[in-house]
């Protein structure tokens, strides 16, 4: 169809004494085209009346459309079953042009924030090359509304510890806090509800104290409000991502800061300025970082197992031998794993961020070559030494007991050192039979076998003996 501009171009040559045949050929449109512009004299474009074939089942649409709960699909299989002749894309035009079960369009909006007010941070699944190997990372990104400073950083998951240690990173990056941390309802921060309503995990707002910020959430579906964030998330996998390959986690986040310098520093079309520029201004408004920053860590309580390893994410980290069946505490940070016994006793080890199932062994925790680690499990000599007829049952116990191994091996030396041995001897040969390995229903069993051979209660209300 010939538009407004066109129809007009043909009456204004023609209106000159120029062929119908030398303005089609100018125009590249057919001779039968320019007559009927002529012929019409209007360069106005006439209106298509037509019918359409949907307006006579209008009234059913609107019902089908309801009870179908918006799902054209479903209204054009009813439709069907009810003798209509309709093509699905007919129906959806019709909707679309009468504007039916189609929210009405809004204009995007445009924030304005004044410097030191805000800044946005969210995550993003990539594929990155890790290790010769394609895998999924999760991206954490952060930007200063005002001047659109950009920092990131990848990890291997985003959990609670992980964000505070990317937030603290990206703190000392911008070298202060705004007074306000958006957010996108992450269950990492939100505790319950959204947008305004929205709540933070205590841990997460007392982190927010520290720094001075408070954590803020957009209103569900208003995806604007994050707009800063969200858009540097393509930038990154279009360029800074495109083509590299990273040796480790170190290395990535190496290159991802180098990356930020530079891309702060270059100059912005639809900012018409350098964001290091504009950060210049906007440093002056943020919150300075307190005096001391502290490590961001996660504790755990572990017990050293047999062979003298502490379990962190699936990866075993060892421990003098002497450490075997102690609780001990582990203080997880970004780049350590600390295991104290007490305040003399401290192991360090570089800490593996993947879940990789590895075992990790400091050098002083190798035995020399030639010499036997000393037995794991002192405690079954002893028990053997003083009763040696339950061998059998220690072995099966080792084999078939729910707690620690080396739990369960003092309970029981314990129970062969306080109850009587006819009685214990008898309890764990029922136990054995019956293959029960449960020492606190032994040790039950035991008792009840003192309380009727050893306490003998007297009966008689007459007090005959």
Sequence with gaps: MLSQNQRTTILELAGQGVSRHEIARVLKISRGTVKKVLRSGQSAVPLMERAEKCEPYRQRILELLSSCKGNLVRVL??????????????????????????????????????????????????????????????????????????????????????????????????????????????????????GRAMVSVPEMAAFASRYGFQFAAHELGDANRSARVERPFAFIENNFLAGRSFADWQ????????????????????????????????????????????????????????EGYVTVNTNRYSVPVDWIGRRVEVRETRDKI??????????????????????????????????????????????????????????????????LVVLALRQLLRMVREYPRDALLVAIGEAQRYGLYDLDRVERMILRRIARDYFLLNNDPEGGQ
């Design 338 to 403: 600390e295991i104290q016994l007490d305040a003399r006793h401290l192991i360090t080890h570089r800490r593996v961020e993947d879940a990789e199932h590895r075992h990790i062994m400091l050098a002083e925790h190798r035995p020399p070559r030639g010499v036997k680690r000393p037995d794991p499990h002192p405690e079954e000599a002893q028990i053997l030494k003083l009763v040696p007829e339950i061998a059998s049952y220690v072995a099966a116990l080792k084999t078939n007991s729910r707690k």
């Design 77 to 194: 299989e009813e439709l069907s079953a009810q003798g209509a002749n309709l093509s699905y894309p007919a129906l959806t035009a019709y909707c679309r042009r009468h504007g039916i079960g189609q929210a009405p369009v809004a204009p995007a909006g445009r924030y304005h924030f004044s410097p030191g007010e805000e800044l946005q941070h969210d995550t993003s699944p990539h594929q990155v090359k890790l290790g010769g190997k394609l895998r999924k990372v999760q991206t954490a990104s952060a930007v200063l509304c005002y001047s659109r400073m950009l920092f990131f950083q990848m990890y291997p998951t985003f959990q609670r510890f992980d964000c505070k240690v990317f937030l603290t990173e990206a703190l000392r990056y911008f070298n202060g806090s705004t007074a306000r941390v958006m957010i996108d309802n992450t269950h990492v921060v939100v505790l319950r509800g959204t």
């Design 251 to 306: 290395d990535a986040n190496r290159q991802a800061r180098q990356w930020c310098d530079r891309v702060n520093a270059t100059y912005k079309k639809h900012l018409h300025a350098v964001p290091r520029e504009l950060f210049a201004i906007e440093q002056q408004h943020l919150h300075p970082l307190p005096v001391w920053v502290p490590e961001v860590y996660r504790l755990h309580e572990r017990v050293v197992d047999v």
